[in-house]
């Protein structure tokens, strides 16, 4: 089953359709399209974008309902934005800053979400992915902010001359100190997936690899497998991985209408709408979902650990 990175993904980009990368309509259907997911009791929603769905409920403004972290909740979304808008820096910078104040107010998150988007738009030309061409596009995109980015940017140079030196992904996380697992702090998420991704910028397997460094792995692999698909498509997916997906309502067939559609959205600047899923739908997939989670983790504490 999918997790709430791809579910978020999806939201955006049904909230790219009906606005066609209008900022201020982007805005309010990815707001009215959280406050919705937030009443299918999502089991894995992130503290601060529970407070910032609360806040949405009780009547702040999506300019006013985000909360001050740095999580990288706006970086697992924010790959197909890259993919869409890349070659408008402008609107790509202002889709990135809606996607992520709605909840996220602290600027790391901000900046983290814009270095996954950059990533998808490198990776989605045809020439081969270049880290320097990568590093001067990020540097490109933060505009005024580039050295208040400072940080993340000196911790991007490090991931890519890693990747350089043939460092697998757990190597790398280990020399950030996060050898137990990466959190899901923006600076450390983003570094170790674009990481993985600049070292084997035309492999899926690098998945399994990045899962293994343990943590918040979820996020991790749905950005490295964002910016992926960005370049190889969904032929390159192991046809395992697609085959063994469980989900409903937002099956594979459904998800790949929405792909199409918002093909279309991107070439044409037009907006179109998009076939919204039943809450009640929603609502029970949640249910299975959380029930197959517990189940797991309560295996996990019997004989043999």
């Not at 309509?25 to 910032?52: D, E, H, N, V, Y």
């Not at 983290?112 to 590093?135: H, K």
């Not at 540097?139 to 043939?166: F, H, M, N, P, T």
């Not at 991107?266 to 249910?287: E, G, I, N």
């Amino acid at each position: 089953m999918i997790s709430d990175d791809s579910e978020h993904t999806c939201m955006l980009a049904q909230a790219l359709l009906v606005s066609a990368g209008d900022p201020k309509k982007f805005t309010q259907s990815f707001a009215w399209r959280l406050r919705f997911w937030m009443l299918s009791l999502p089991p894995a929603i992130g503290f601060a974008t529970l407070r910032a769905l609360l806040k949405l409920w009780l009547g702040f403004s999506p300019a006013k309902s985000g909360v001050f972290s740095a999580g990288n909740g706006p970086a697992m979304r924010s790959a197909i934005l890259g993919v869409c808008f890349g070659d408008d820096p402008l609107r790509l910078r202002q889709l990135v800053r809606a996607s992520t104040r709605i909840t996220h107010t602290d600027p790391k998150a901000e900046w983290g979400a814009l270095a996954v988007a950059v990533a998808a738009q490198v990776a989605s030309l045809p020439e081969e992915v270049s880290p320097e061409a990568f590093l001067a596009t990020f540097r490109y995109a933060l505009g005024d902010d580039v050295k208040q980015a400072g940080e993340l940017i000196e911790l991007l140079e490090d991931a890519a001359q890693s990747a350089a030196r043939g460092e697998t992904a757990e190597q790398f996380a280990a020399s950030l100190g996060l050898a137990s697992g990466v959190s899901g702090y923006a600076y450390h998420t983003v570094p170790v997936a674009l990481q993985a991704w600049l070292r084997r910028p035309n492999d899926f397997s690098v998945l399994l690899e990045v899962i293994r460094c343990g943590g918040d792995t979820d996020t991790v692999a749905a950005i490295v497998g964002g910016i992926l698909g960005a370049r190889l498509g969904k032929d390159a997916i192991p046809p395992e991985w697609l085959e063994n997906i469980w989900e409903w309502p937002r099956s594979t067939a459904w998800i790949e209408r929405l792909g199409d559609q918002l093909a279309r959205v991107c070439a044409t600047h037009k907006p179109q709408k998009v076939v919204s899923l039943p809450l009640w739908a929603l609502l029970l997939r949640s249910v299975v979902f959380t029930l197959i989670v517990l189940a797991h983790g309560f295996r996990r504490m019997l004989p043999p650990y």
